[in-house]
T-cell receptor, first 110, second 115 residues
């Protein structure tokens, strides 16, 4: 089957850097995406990696290594508002099926 | 402004009753999706539709049904066969352009409670 695994929770202090990992087992996909979801809200798109390597968008960066079946989201200069859940996601090859990882709850402490 | 509208925000039903959750989008997106989220959990795919009059089962389709008669609308029916229907339901659509890497746009969700 297809699965994307993430750590359930990560805690960091304001101003720090945190990395959220995503390891996957899928037969093939078009790229790795990341979404942020605040409690009770809708997920919002953060970043996308079509190819291996690092993509940078402001304070957020995302990385993909297909050979290692691994990706991560890097959040820099953490702010209290970054406290949320983060999900990796993929669109499976040859289909419109779009699946999400198990999710990581990030707590940012003052 | 374009977006996805889910209604109602909160829904309460008695066990044994079917219930339909509404999802409407005015983004002119072809693909639409339904996900279920339980407290502290990830998003699990229920159904998805690539185009009008066509839809596919996701990973947890049992006890659910959908229709896609119009491009703008993708209602989800939670039937009495769904053994544990209480959850947060999210509808999403996928944009134009490159078909596989455009991001999902989500509605604000419907929180269903069945007692």
């Amino acid at each position: 089957g297809q699965s994307l695994e993430q750590p359930s929770e990560v805690t960091a202090v304001e101003g720090a850097i945190v990395q959220i990992n995503c390891t996957y087992q899928t037969s093939g996909f078009y790229g790795l995406s990341w979404y942020q979801q605040h409690d009770g809200g809708a997920p919002t798109f953060l970043s996308y990696n079509a190819l291996d390597g690092l993509e940078e968008t402001g304070r957020f960066s995302s990385f993909l290594s297909r050979s290692d079946s691994y990706g991560y989201l890097l959040l820099q200069e953490l702010q209290m508002k970054d406290s949320a859940s983060y999900f990796c996601a993929v669109s499976l090859s040859g289909t419109y099926k779009y699946i999400f990882g198990t999710g990581t709850r990030l707590k940012v402490l003052a | 402004d374009g977006g996805i509208t889910q209604s109602p925000k909160y829904l309460f039903r008695k066990e044994g009753q079917n219930v339909t959750l509404s999802c409407e989008q005015n983004l002119n997106h072809d693909a639409m999706y339904w996900y279920r989220q339980d407290p502290g959990q990830g998003l699990r795919l229920i159904y998805y539709s690539q185009i009008v009059n066509d839809f596919q089962k996701g990973d947890i389709a049992e006890g659910y049904s959908v229709s896609r008669e119009k491009k703008e609308s993708f209602p989800l029916t939670v039937t009495s066969a769904q053994k544990n229907p209480t959850a947060f339901y999210l509808c999403a659509s996928k944009g134009q352009g490159t078909p596989y890497n455009s991001p999902l746009h989500f509605g604000n969700g419907t929180r269903l409670t069945v007692t």
